[in-house]
Structure formats: C-alpha cells, structure tokens
C-alpha cells in the first residue's frame, strides 16, 4: 500500500496527465505517440497498477533520448485477410502500437466479427490491461499478450528463459466497469520483489529463484521469478507463457524474448523490436447482445455471491481495479518520495512546470499498488 502519510503525496489525475503529456513532447516525441503513452501510463496508475503506470516515465524518457524509441513513427497496418491484419510499429511507443491495434481489430469487429492483428517492430507498451479495457470500452471483448525479456524460469530449469508474458483479457458488462483480467505468466509481479525488498520482508515460498536457480525467501537474491504454479505446478505457467510468446513474437516475425535485449541495460539506442497480439471479438457476431449481457450478469452475481473465506472477499476480476480507479480519482494517484524526486528533476531538466502535490482529503480505500 502506498500511504501519503509515510513520505508520500498525492497528484490529481489531470495534472498527472499534463505533466506526462507535456514531458513526453519536450524530449522530442509527437503528439499521438504522447498521448498514447499518458493515457496508458494513467489508466494503469488509476488502477493500482503503479509499476507500469507513473513509475515508467523516467525511462520512457531515457529510451527518447537514447533513440530506442522513435518518437515519430510512421506505423503502417496491412488487412491480410477480412478479420486478420499485421501492423509495423516502426519502433514507436508500445503505447501507441497497441492503441493503434486496437482501432485496427474493433474496425474489423465491428465488419466480420472478429479482428486479430498481429504487432512488430514495437516496444515495451506498460499495461496489457489497458489495450484490452479499450476493446471493452468500446462494446467488445478483447484478449492482448505480449512477450518481454527473460527473466521467468522454464519448469526445472536453473536459468531464465520467458519473460513475465502477460495475458489480458475484457469484456463489456452492461451497466457496469468491465471484466478486466491483466496477469503476468510468472508466479509474482517483479514488482512485488522490490516491495519487499525495500520494506524487509521475505517472500512467500515457492515464487522466486536466486542465481543458481534455487528457491529462495529473500528479495536480495532473487534473480528470476518462478513460472505460474511454483517448483511443481509450474509447467502450467510456462506453458502459458510460450502460448504468449508464440502469439506475439513468432505471429509477428520477431525475436523471441529470450533473444530480445533488457528493457533496461546500457543499451538504449537499439530499438529492440518487441511483438504483441491482439484480438477483438464483437459478441453480437456469436449471439444475440442482449443474451450474452444477460449471462455475464447472471455469471458475476454468482461469482460474488459464493461465501468468503474468514477475512476476505470473493472479488470478480477487475473489482479491485475499479475501486481503486474510484479512490484515486477522488483523493489523487499517491507518489512516494522517489517518485517525488524522479519527477521535481525532470520538471528541472526539462523546464516545465512541477506536478502541484496536495494531501489527499481522505486517507482510506483501496488503494493498493502492484
């Protein structure tokens, strides 16, 4: 949990956006592919999800100013076939490819039922999560992967070979926020290492291996995650993360990610030709709208209506997110100090003007950051 009261702030969602927007265009990046990054960056923090929302900036940043990322692409999508077609990010934001896709698969959805374009030339797009919401938004269900660099054991191996490879899949529900599921393939978020790390805690067993590919508790050591389902279960997780990989990588002609360069690195001048996949399905096109509505709503009233284990809540996905989109949009996205400092610097380096930093007007909710 990110808690003002421990050295924090809160920014209002506007401000954020005007700063990220603003920062982006002064290193040198065009408008759209500005845009794209912020409201990516910013649905994702509105979400919880700060690890690839707001704390990204920094090194979207680098990566402008190494030449990684080129900040006025000429994207080009080719129609293959009537549901199917490739777009050529040419080295832009992630961000952008992945806005972009979407458009490209809702057209067809909209056509044929389905639209399912296959991505290259790109790189890191933050959030799977918010490409699906998009679909979803606009009335259709939408299912994105991604491949990354390795840093995910293969079952019973010693040594990374997957990336995290995320799964993110929505729907539109009548009435309501949308289903939205955004998960890596790995046991954990990287994220959650760090958390841990920096707040002394040791991990639950079974989620992460140091450098000899042994389990290990402490996030000091950690040097890979452990696939989805742990040292026993974990061929499930790495068999998901190959269906990613496939999807994304071999669909779109790209490297692997066991083949691709880190995202961080001293390298920040190649651009490292990231592969994503997206697809699109109008449920108009399988049965009537008013009947699949009518099932999902039936669905989630008794996936929240089983009981709770002591202490908890029987959550659907996308429940968390929602509230926590809610809380923050009400108190502000919170900022620890390290955030604080990145971006007072950037404001100086960059010369624009400094997020305006308030105390949030409550100090409670969910607020949960991954």
Request: with cysteine; hydrophobic share 40%; proline share 6%.
């Amino acid at each position: 949990m990110t808690n003002p009261r421990h050295g924090g702030c809160c920014v209002a969602v506007s401000d954020l956006e005007r700063f990220i927007h603003q920062a982006l265009t002064t290193r040198g990046a065009d408008d759209v592919s500005a845009s794209a990054v912020t409201q990516a960056l910013v649905t994702a923090s509105r979400m919880g999800t700060d690890s690839h929302g707001l704390r990204l900036l920094p090194h979207y940043l680098k990566v402008l100013a190494g030449g990684r990322v080129n900040a006025r692409p000429d994207m080009r999508f080719s129609r293959r076939l009537p549901a199917t077609g490739y777009l050529d990010a040419d080295d832009g934001f992630g961000h952008l490819a992945g806005y972009t896709a979407i458009e490209h698969g809702v057209a067809m959805a909209w056509e044929v039922g389905i639209g399912a374009v296959a991505v290259g030339n790109s790189s890191h797009f933050g959030a799977a999560g918010c490409y699906a919401l998009a679909a979803a938004e606009q009335g259709m269900i939408g299912l994105v992967v991604c491949n990354s660099d390795p840093f995910v054991l293969l079952h019973g191996s010693r040594s990374p070979f997957h990336g995290t490879n995320p799964i993110a899949f929505a729907a539109p529900v009548d009435g309501h926020a949308p289903y939205l599921l955004d998960m890596a393939t790995s046991s954990i978020p990287w994220n959650r290492v760090q958390q841990y790390g920096a707040i002394g805690r040791d991990l639950p067993s079974d989620v992460a291996a140091d450098e000899l590919g042994r389990m290990t508790l402490r996030p000091q050591e950690v040097s890979a995650l452990l696939p989805l389902g742990g040292a026993e279960f974990g061929f499930k997780g790495a068999g998901l993360a190959g269906v990613v990989e496939i999807l994304s990588s071999t669909l779109s002609g790209m490297l692997n990610g066991f083949r691709l360069l880190p995202m961080g690195g001293n390298d920040l001048a190649t651009p490292r030709g990231v592969g994503h996949f997206f697809l699109v399905m109008n449920p108009d096109a399988f049965i009537d709208s008013s009947v699949f509505q009518r099932c999902l709503h039936e669905y989630l009233e008794d996936l929240r209506a089983r009981p709770a284990a002591d202490g908890r809540e029987v959550l659907a996905p996308g429940d968390r997110e929602w509230r926590c989109w809610q809380h923050r949009d009400r108190d502000g996205i919170p900022l620890d100090e390290a955030n604080q400092a990145d971006f007072r610097h950037l404001a100086e380096v960059l010369g624009i003007d400094a997020l305006d930093e308030y105390s949030p007007a409550a100090e409670h909710g969910p607020d949960a950051v991954r």
